[in-house]
């Protein structure tokens, strides 16, 4: 049991915790924060699997962008009363029942397979460059990421236009 | 070192508690905070098989979960919009209300 299998576990009880609270509280802004922690953990676990600069792209665009937007559109749209699950019990139970019996399928399925590779050791200093990061997004050769680099620069801008078009005051 | 299934199951259960507060939540933002769940869960599972199965000169895995994040960006920047629009006229943004998009 080293640092690194501590570190795994305290990252994996934050995010099963916080996913788990996060569509079971009954405040939503209480479950923006949890998905937050949730979110937060996951970004842990890429620095712990020696992905920092994912980590990195992580931490900024969840905490810092999407975070923050949904406490705003939140505190913009508060109903008279929040009902934010009120549902029979019938149907609870059955959603419940549906999502173990997924879950346990794919738990299943996941511990007869026999994968290629069988642990993740803690990573050494070169997992992966952020250089070779840089070159291979503007690469157009083989393994490189130029185009769906440019379809997402489009995408966002397309994205900008449209929010704008659809929230603006008529 | 970490065995492969403990980090396919976390992903799995993250998954599955997406699914759950997808059916059972009324409010359409409620609803966009479980679709970004399943979506993280989706991004572990490309960096864990990336980095166990792949390691090497080989990245797709990387730049899949990439993509997706900046993916995840726009599209809750555009849902959210339209919750916005849809409370301009409603005062409401619960998932009964919207009868009318049925349609």
Known sequence: ?????????????????????????KSILRAATYLFFALLGTAGLYFLMGYTFLGAVQLMVYAGGVVVLYVFAILLTRGRKDQLSKNSKSKIFSTLLLCLVGLAIFVLGIMKYQFQAEALSAPNEGVLKLSEVGSKMLSTGDGGYLLPFE???????????????IARKR | MIQINCLLILSAVMMFAGIFGFITRRSTLAILLSIELMLNAADINFAVFNRLLFNGQNVDGFF????????????????????????????DISVEKLEKMKW
């Open chain 2, 64 to 91: 899949f979960t990439l993509f997706s994040i900046a993916i995840t960006a726009a599209e809750s920047a555009i849902a959210i919009a339209i919750m916005i629009n849809i409370y301009r006229s409603l005062k």
């Open chain 1, 151 to 165: 379809a997402v620069s489009v995408l966002l801008l397309a994205c900008i236009v449209a929010a704008l078009v």
């Open chain 1, 1 to 25: 049991m080293d640092s690194f299998n501590i570190m795994f576990f305290i990252l994996a009880a934050l995010i099963l915790f916080s996913s788990i609270a996060c569509v079971v509280t």
